[in-house]
């Protein structure tokens, strides 16, 4: 099985950075594409990043582009997500999550594993 820790949350001021972090246990992380997705109370689960297998390729959720950065560490079977310029309507859990493929996948329903989140608060 596998399975996906995330941690890096917390309550950051607008304006600030945060850094997530996903631990991945289990084999196949490095042969997968890995996203991250958010959920904000009332709201559904949307996409926020993805990387393909190699970290060659990255696609950004309109909303983050420029102020987000996803990245990954295969021999650390980790995956980052690098939060700037956070804004209040950031706040939401943020989910990991490992691909059903090996290139950038957006839709949620190409994930198969995810973890349990982690609570990003940001304040104005």
């Known amino acids: 099985q596998v399975q996906l820790v995330e941690s890096g949350g917390g309550l950051v001021q607008a304006g600030g950075s945060l850094r997530l972090s996903c631990a991945a246990s289990?084999?196949?992380?490095?042969?997968?594409?890995m996203g991250w997705f958010r959920q904000a109370p009332g709201k559904e689960r949307e996409f926020v990043a993805t990387?393909?297998?190699?970290?060659?390729?990255?696609d950004d959720a309109d909303s983050v582009q420029g102020r987000f950065t996803i990245s990954r560490d295969n021999a650390k079977s980790t995956v980052y997500l690098q939060m700037n310029s956070l804004k209040p309507e950031d706040t939401a859990v943020y989910y990991c999550?490992?691909?059903?493929?090996?290139?950038?996948?957006?839709?949620?329903?190409?994930?198969?594993?995810w973890g349990q989140g982690t609570q990003v608060t940001v304040s104005s």
């Open positions: 999550a490992r691909g059903i493929a090996s290139g950038v996948l957006v839709a949620t329903t190409a994930y198969r594993y």
């Open positions: 289990g084999r196949t992380f490095s042969s997968h594409a």
């Open positions: 990387i393909d297998w190699g970290g060659g390729s990255r």
